[in-house]
């Protein structure tokens, strides 16, 4: 390697660090939530990094899936010796970040266990279970996955087909599953990993089903780890991402389950068979929405990572000329490069001030459940729901629009976006399908709008622009006067606007339909509201969260907010335009302000991404790394593939090299 010499283009990052208006130090306090969350965020670094045992010997692109799930258990296992260093089952905070070195955009035998297993538990077993099994999953005396998903159904859980039903001669439930669609599919960790799991079953007793409940049931001897009798159990192979983990499927075969298998701190079976329902129909849900809650971090995160790369690729990466005779330019220094890297990094920060909302209101809303009272559950549902669906979204496309920002080396699986596309964009999916979540929050809008429409509606934060009554005309001159004010006006009017259009298509179809025909004949309407029902509350939240900010940090701020909202406005122009909103003209003020924003971000970007944090060891991306070192250590980094072990791959011998020999014969 020696005898060539490093390229004398390449670029030195910290000249690029020097040009910040702002102290990254003090950025990265505040993002992270303060300079001790900070400090504690990186002691737990520094302690993972020393252990070797968290450490992969070879970059895990390079490992086939049976060596990636070994690689995860080993770090598992080391883990679990050291709990008293990370708490890996507070996934709000340092769970995450230990989650974010050691496994980053993949998930590990235990990774269910924690995010939906022991929540699930928490949430949902009466005092005497909670004693019996919370210990046993918080020592890892047993690993548990969560069950829901058959081949048949996801989404419409309603007709699920594993039956549970419920035996009072010997105290049981028998749990069956009666056709292949019945099959269980998907759950993280129940391949090969979990021996535990929560199954989730249609309930049969007295002759009656009462639809469908939780239960926990074991699955492989304790021993041996060999699925018990009736269970047939298996990995449901290769997937797009993750797969550093064994996703399932399971089958039953009238497997006799105790009674107290039943989750019953809300519905209960009595030794007789009497079915006890629920106070709330919704208290069951609290899992789920807990899991979307993390997931805004856990997406926000992900997309900062690919912004993180992509900025600190194009201040590296050299192309092109602007003024002939002066040298190739940095790509950063492109305006288009700009335009499609920079509000990924703006979404990223909106995302994150989201997600730190969304986990206060969790934390509400589970402390008021502890005292029955379920009030604020139905609003922490539909952002949960909302905010899941529209940022998973954007996340994966903001994700691709980085990974095309970087080029070739953007394909290349050392540039880290494959793993993290692969593993951001099953969030669009798992915990609610993202179409299907937005049309339950459109549920929410339609009442809304019918309780508007009627005068009787109580809207509460979130909602109360659709009961609202805003000017005809955006109060826009010039992108140099527009207040947040004025703008957050502009997207109510815009928002408000697209849920009466869906309610009045509604109304109208409900005419002559039957309501789910009519629901479904506007179905995209309802979508769309929904969107901007979410989008409103993305800006919203963002600008507040920035004019909370101190004053050193809030100019620089500033611009990433107000770039976040010129994308989305100057990104769906038609919406202002259409009902003489706003003018062309206006419009073309709100682009002036984008540009503006781009050209004033453009000294502070490598910047702003370093206060994200992330370390080499994180962020695993030899495009993204921190001293901009990037071609040396893309060569390195094809050293490990298997290919480069031998100078002539067998295949030569066996096929290339005869077909050419043969060829050359014939000649
Ligand atoms: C990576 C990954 C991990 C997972 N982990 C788990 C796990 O640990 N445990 C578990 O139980 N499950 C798990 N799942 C399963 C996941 O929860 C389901 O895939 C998800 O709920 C969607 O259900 P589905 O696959 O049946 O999709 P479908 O519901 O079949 O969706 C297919 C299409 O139909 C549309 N559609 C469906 N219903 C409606 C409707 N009512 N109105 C309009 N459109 C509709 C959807 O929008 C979508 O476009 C995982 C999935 C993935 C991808």
Partial sequence: MSRWIQDGDNVDLTNERKKATFDTERMSAWIHGGAEVLKRRREILAFVKSVDDFNDPVPVEFLSREERILNNARKVVAMTGNTDQIDGSDFFGEGMYYQALTMGRDLHAMSLHYVMFIPTLQGQTDDDQLDEWLTKAISRAVIGTYAQTELGHGTNLSKLETTATYDPATEEFVLNSPTITAAKWWPGGLGKSSNYAVVVAQLYTKGECKGPHPFIVQLRDDETHIPLKGIRLGDIGPKLGINGNDNGFMLFDKVRIPRNALLMRYAKVKPDGTYVAPAHSKLGYGTMVFVRSIMIKDQSTQLAAAATIATRYAAVRRQGEISPGKGEVQIIDYQTQQFRVFPQMARAFAFMAAATEIRNLYMTVTEQLTHGNTELLAELHVLSSGLKSVVSWDTAQGIEQCRLACGGHGYSQASGFPEIFGYAVGGCTYEGENIVMLLQVARFLMKAAEGVKKGTANLADIGAYIGKTGGK???????????????????????????????????????????????????????????????????????????????????????????????????????????????????????????????????????????????????????????????????????????????????????????????????
């Fill in 473 to 667: 005309t955006s109060r826009l001159t010039t992108h140099h006067h527009y207040t947040d004010k004025d703008l957050i006006e502009d997207l109510e009017h815009v928002a408000r606007k697209q849920v009466f259009r869906a309610y009045d298509r509604l109304k109208k179809a409900q005419d002559h339909l039957r309501p789910e025909d009519a629901w479904n004949s506007v179905s995209v309407e309802l979508a769309k509201a929904s969107r901007w029902h979410v989008r409103l509350y993305l800006v919203k939240n963002f600008l507040n969260k920035v004019s909370l900010a101190p004053q050193d940090l809030k100019f620089v701020l500033t611009d990433v907010a107000r770039l976040y909202a010129y994308d989305i406005i100057t990104s769906s122009i038609g919406a202002f335009l259409e009902d003489g909103y706003m003018t062309s003209q206006q419009i073309n003020e709100v682009k002036e302000g984008l540009y503006e924003c781009l050209a004033k971000l453009r000294p502070n970007a490598v910047s702003l991404v370093d206060s994200w944090d992330y370390d080499d060891k994180e962020l695993k991306s030899v495009l993204g790394r921190r001293d901009g070192n990037v071609y040396p250590a893309l060569l390195e980094w094809a050293q490990n593939s298997q290919l480069n072990k031998t100078e002539v791959l067998p295949s030569y011998h066996k096929y290339l090299g005869p077909m050419m020999k043969d060829a050359r014969s014939k000649l």
